[in-house]
């Protein structure tokens, strides 16, 4: 992608082609050129592009699906083999291709492949079969990826900003070939899911959530950014590793390092503008929790790991309140860990609890937490108790072990989001089923190999009536001749719907209330059906669906609320969002060819009738309603 960029100058010639932002981004920070801002999202702009560069660019590759015409026209004849293939056809071999691999991790490196070499085809491999491609670009086998990044890194996709780029960040930015980026993915690599520290190796993360943005709810490929802040590791694995591909020093704390993540922000909203959507994604503990308290009013950010994965879970509790035809209220919850996902949780709860009626205090204490040195008690020793977590303290005496704090409190609801694997030990498991005709468990931490225990012994332990979901996902079980499918209790269900609402509507900042609202939305997409053979969540193949569904739902609340800045506002919110949607389908280069008779023109594409173009750049000196300009839409400056 850079190196066609790179090497565009000049106006096109005769059999050149028009291209949309990526290609172009350089040529709109020249003088004298109209910038890509300027025309809406995806118009074409003017650019040279010939030949080869139609097979090497993976946001113009068809592969052999280039028609004759298109080969002959393209100047590619003869550059691909002669035979020629439909869409269908090409996505038929790679599903082949991929089966052919034993192991996750080269399935994975097979379809980063895909990604390079033909966008496309890649979104529709995976936008059509989800089920069987997200545990390999997402959880369980990013994780794999993240850790092994050094040897399997081909090609650049986003943006490594270190340490050492502090007071240049925005030129880094500028680097990005990329005009009208609408959503950042952004982590530090310090807690990259359950695995730890893995430095600039996290890149994998933003990618693969940023993967889903395009397959799960549409938001165009070119609109997402994945972003690594380097300020070193402290995994020494790592740092003696030697292709380990980041900063190898500790990494930079305290005054500098918030100083860097400042910058980092307005470098971006800067590049992007102030409506650019920042996600904050497996940040450590002690950073996540600051950075959302500091920027979500001033700034279009949210925190995946507590916001998202607070929303997916109390969306999962809800449709078992369905299930169960109780009340939150009724219920005794108990939570292994008390970091990010559970704090989150627990207080998106509490407020889904107070809407049922109940005080906070009453909320709050239906709520138990443990953590890493046990439960969380008013007066602990060692240290007390500290940040979020004294709101859940309680008046009890200390314990450590957790099936100890089971059998005393004896939950209706267990939910784990400490990574411990195999925590829930099958005598917890056995407890939960004994005190609960039908215990609510929810294994949440990532990847597969921290979760707290399988689906498989949740369902033997209690007979199979255990309410299960897990955050990487678990096959299908079958007990005493009924099988059961265990739910995906993980924030792909959220942030991608979140992510499309809010661009769609324009919204400048991210309350708590859009993940309780989400929350709610996803749990009445489960039909009852559904959750009798166990599900909490639509099936896989629907959550397309379910994302376009939390979208539309938000900017209408968004619109309600004043929230929303895209105006006027549509007609029919569904149809407008639908409207923005990537596709996948190929495109046909030749429509994009430039209809210029001559190439002294700079203006693309040729307008219809010129006279009436030209019209419209007369000076009109009459006046003018000033609130005709008020609003630009649709609105490609966002402002958050
Ligand atoms: N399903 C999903 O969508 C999501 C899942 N997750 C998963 O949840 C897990 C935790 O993530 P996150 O909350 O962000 O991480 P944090 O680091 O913020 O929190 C981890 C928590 O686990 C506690 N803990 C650590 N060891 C133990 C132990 N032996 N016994 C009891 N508690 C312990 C820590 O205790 P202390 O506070 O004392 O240090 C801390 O409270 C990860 O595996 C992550 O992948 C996260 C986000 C989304
Ligand atoms: C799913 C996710 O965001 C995590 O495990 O961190
Ligand atoms: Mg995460």
Redesign the pocket.
């Known amino acids: 992608m850079l190196g066609v960029t790179a090497r565009l100058t000049g106006l096109p010639a005769a059999g050149s082609r028009v291209l949309s932002g990526a290609l172009s981004g350089r040529l709109a920070d020249r003088p004298g050129r109209r910038s890509v801002q300027e025309s809406a999202p995806d118009k074409p702009c003017p650019n040279m592009v010939r030949g080869i560069d139609n097979v090497r660019e993976t946001r113009l590759n068809k592969g052999m699906a280039f028609t004759l015409e298109e080969r002959q026209r393209l100047g590619i004849h003869g550059l691909l083999p002669p035979r020629f293939k439909t869409q269908d056809e090409q996505v038929d071999l790679c599903l082949k291709n991929i089966s052919r691999y034993q192991e996750d991790l080269n399935k994975f490196i097979y379809l980063m492949g895909l990604q390079d070499r033909n966008e496309r085809l890649f979104y529709r491999v995976l936008s059509e079969n989800v089920e069987q491609m997200m545990p390999l670009v997402y ?1 369980p086998t990013v994780g794999l990826a993240c850790q092994k990044f050094g040897l399997i890194y081909r090609r650049p996709r986003g943006l490594f900003i270190t340490i050492h780029d502090k007071g240049h960040i925005y030129d880094v930015m500028r680097n990005w070939p990329e005009q009208d980026v609408r959503a950042i993915v952004v982590t530090d690599g310090e ?1 990259i ?2 695995l730890g520290d893995l430095g600039a190796q996290g890149m994998g993360i933003p990618v693969g959530k940023l993967s889903l943005y395009t397959a799960l709810a549409g938001i165009k490929p070119q609109q997402c950014l994945p972003i690594v802040l380097d300020v070193g590791t402290n995994n020494k694995d790592l740092l003696n590793d030697e292709f380990y591909i980041g900063l190898k020093q500790n990494r930079v704390t305290g005054e500098a390092y918030d100083e860097f993540v400042d910058e980092f922000m307005q470098a971006a909203v800067r590049r992007y503008g102030q409506k650019t959507l920042i996600q904050f994604e ?1 940040f ?2 002690h950073n ?1 929790f600051r950075f959302l308290d500091k920027y979500r009013n001033k700034y279009c950010t949210f925190n ?3 916001q ?2 607070a929303s ?2 109390v969306a999962g509790l809800l449709a078992a309140m369905r299930k169960l035809n109780t009340k939150l209220s009724d219920h005794t919850f108990l939570f ?9 949780i627990a207080n998106l709860c509490v407020m889904a609890m107070e809407q049922e009626g109940l005080s906070s205090q009453a909320a709050h204490d239906k709520i138990f ?6 439960l969380i008690v008013k007066n602990r020793p060692e240290g007390g108790v500290t940040g979020h ?1 004294v709101d859940y303290a309680k008046d009890m005496e200390p314990m450590k072990n ?1 099936g100890d704090v089971v059998k005393k409190l004896k939950p209706s609801a267990l939910i784990g ?4 694997p195999q ?1 829930f030990t099958a005598e917890i498991l056995k407890d939960m089923g004994e005190y609960n005709k039908e215990p609510i468990i929810f294994a ?4 597969t190999s ?1 979760a707290e225990c399988t689906a498989e012994q949740a369902y033997q332990a209690t007979q199979g009536r255990a309410v299960f979901a ?3 996902p678990f096959a299908p079980v079958t007990i005493n001749g009924k099988t059961l499918y265990p739910g995906q ?4 269900y959220i942030f991608p719907g979140v992510a499309l609402g809010v661009i769609a509507s324009g919204m400048h900042h991210i309350g708590e209330d859009v993940f309780l609202r989400a929350a709610e939305a996803l749990a009445k997409m489960v039909t009852d059906q559904e959750l009798d053979v166990g599900r909490l969540y639509p099936p896989l193949e629907n959550i397309r669906d379910v994302s376009l569904q939390i979208a539309v739902q938000l900017a209408e609340h968004a619109y309600k609320t004043g929230e929303a800045s895209t105006y006027p506002q549509p007609a029919d919110l569904n149809a407008f969002v639908r409207s923005q949607l990537y596709d996948y389908h190929y495109a046909n280069p030749l429509e994009q060819v430039y209809p210029w008779p001559t190439r002294e023109a700079s203006v693309y594409p040729h307008p219809d009738d010129l006279l009436a173009y030209i019209e419209t750049h007369r000076y009109d000196f009459s006046y003018e309603s000033p609130l005709l300009n008020t609003y630009e839409w649709p609105s490609s400056g966002m402002v958050h």
Do not use: C, F, W
């Open positions: 959880t807690r899911l359950g497996d450590g503990n996540a995946d790991d507590i998202g994965t997916v879970a292994l860990g008390a970091g990010e996902a559970s704090l989150g937490m443990v953590d890493s040195r046990g977590k957790l989001a400490a990574a411990q925590a949440l931490s990532n990847p921290m897990s955050g990487s209790g993980n924030n792909a």
